[in-house]
């Protein structure tokens, strides 16, 4: 178990990856770095056993604004493991860079009472899929609110000309998680680690792309600084305390999180394993349009289109509902995207507003249902109660 005291208006800023190379620890001291130069009094919170941070935070030169160090031996150790953290009651900004080894069942030790909890990701299918394990278990065993606006992502090291870097973004665009920034790699972040730097305190002119970047991010977590903490953000799930408990929790996030799980490894395995399918970027659907669990878990699905090598069947003399069901609807600007799941084969469609699908069009949509109509016939699709899983469950 860890606990960070402090200050009551104590700050604290997690930043999380179970990978190592993400560049957590450049991003928490660039953190702690551009917190330190609005003036504020700053600790940095090393908790990585390499002690990176810390190494930065040494090489600071005097006339920067200091920084609290608190490496991982600065930290006391209970009889039954328990780490605890006392930081000094002038300090009310405090950056924690996270160790790679956090269990899910440790996670909610770092993210309770977390202003703002980052997750940085680079452009790589294991990077990819390992921030997808983290996000799942942030939101299902930490029980992370993503109403509360304070789970962000962040694009690390990318290079926009690179294939990679648009896997990553496709992958990005369908997360119900706020990106809240993509940065570049730079030789000026290696500049700024050597020199004991932050990127806000380079000379502009060197550094203005780098600039450009991070605005985004700063704004983000200024906005979660500025918000006051709720009963949802201070939550600790608790074990079970016998076996009986231990079997309903495991039953309540057994399917949600195989779900995930699920959802990633297919989206695994179309975006790298199937490189050449046409007008792929069309197909993507903001995750922010999600208004809906079902849209939620189906929208991965959502960019499997028609192509040259998928097998073309006439249906329009059929009803739509004898072959497919209602998965999820989503709101994408004025329209709506209603996702489809094929009753033999539980491949999915998705189609828009008013356009053509096997000879019927989507005429209304609500929040669990579609109405499709052709040649002054009208069907509507529901999303069964079987299938039917509300935000709740898992946020």
């Not at 208004?291 to 998928?310: K, L, M, Y």
């Given at each position: 178990m860890l606990k960070i005291d402090g200050s009551p208006k104590l700050h604290k800023i997690i930043v999380l990856n179970p990978k190592g190379g993400s560049g957590k620890t450049t991003l928490s001291f660039n953190l702690a770095g551009y917190l330190a130069s609005t003036g504020r009094e700053v600790a940095l919170i090393d908790m990585d056993p390499q002690g990176?941070?810390?190494?930065?935070?040494?090489?600071?030169?005097?006339?920067?604004?200091?920084i609290h160090k608190m490496p991982l031996e600065s930290g006391t150790r209970?009889?039954?493991?328990?780490?605890?953290?006392?930081?000094?009651?002038?300090?009310e900004y405090a950056v924690i860079d996270a160790p790679a080894a956090v269990s899910a069942e440790e996670l909610s030790d770092y993210t309770c009472g977390a202003h703002a909890i980052i997750v940085p990701?680079?452009?790589?299918d294991l990077d990819i899929h390992a921030?997808?394990?983290?996000?799942?278990?942030?939101?299902?065993?930490?029980?992370?609110?993503?109403r509360n606006g304070r789970l962000g992502v962040v694009a690390n090291r990318v290079n926009e000309r690179t294939i990679a870097y648009k896997r990553l973004m496709r992958f990005l665009d369908r997360l119900t998680i706020a990106v809240v920034g993509v940065l570049r790699d730079s030789q000026n972040y290696v500049r700024a680690a050597h020199e004991g730097r932050c990127i806000h305190e380079m000379p502009p002119s060197?550094?203005?792309?780098?600039?450009?970047?991070?605005?985004?991010?700063?704004?983000?977590v200024e906005r979660c600084l500025s918000k006051p903490l709720?009963?949802?953000?201070?939550l600790r799930p608790k074990a079970a305390k016998s076996s009986a408990g231990r079997a309903r929790r495991a039953w309540s996030t057994l399917i949600p999180i195989a779900a995930v799980l699920a959802i990633a490894e297919l989206s695994m395995l179309l975006w790298f394993d199937r490189p050449t399918r046409p007008d792929w970027t069309a197909a993507a659907a903001p995750a922010a349009a999600i208004?809906?669990?079902?849209?939620?878990?189906?929208?991965?699905?959502?960019?499997?289109?028609?192509?040259?090598?998928?097998p073309v069947v006439d249906d329009s003399t059929s009803s739509i509902g004898e072959r497919w069901q209602l998965s999820g609807v989503a709101n994408s600007g004025d329209s709506s995207i209603v996702i489809l799941e094929d009753r033999d084969s539980h491949t999915t469609r998705r189609v828009t507003t008013g356009e053509y699908f096997e000879g019927w069009s989507v005429t209304a949509t609500g929040r669990d249902y579609a109405v499709f109509a052709q040649?002054?016939?009208?069907?509507r699709l529901e999303i069964s109660a079987k299938s039917d899983t509300r935000e709740s469950q898992n946020d």
């Open positions: 990176s941070s810390t190494h930065w935070a040494n090489k600071r030169p005097p006339e920067l604004p200091s209970s009889r039954g493991g328990h780490l605890y953290f006392q930081v000094p009651e002038h300090i990701v680079l452009p790589s921030a997808t394990r983290l996000i799942s278990q942030l939101l299902l065993v930490a029980q992370v609110s993503r060197r550094v203005s792309k780098e600039l450009e970047q991070w605005a985004s991010v700063t704004e983000w709720t009963p949802r953000d201070m208004v809906t669990a079902q849209a939620e878990v189906a929208a991965p699905n959502a960019a499997i289109e028609p192509s040259s090598e998928d040649n002054g016939e009208e069907v």
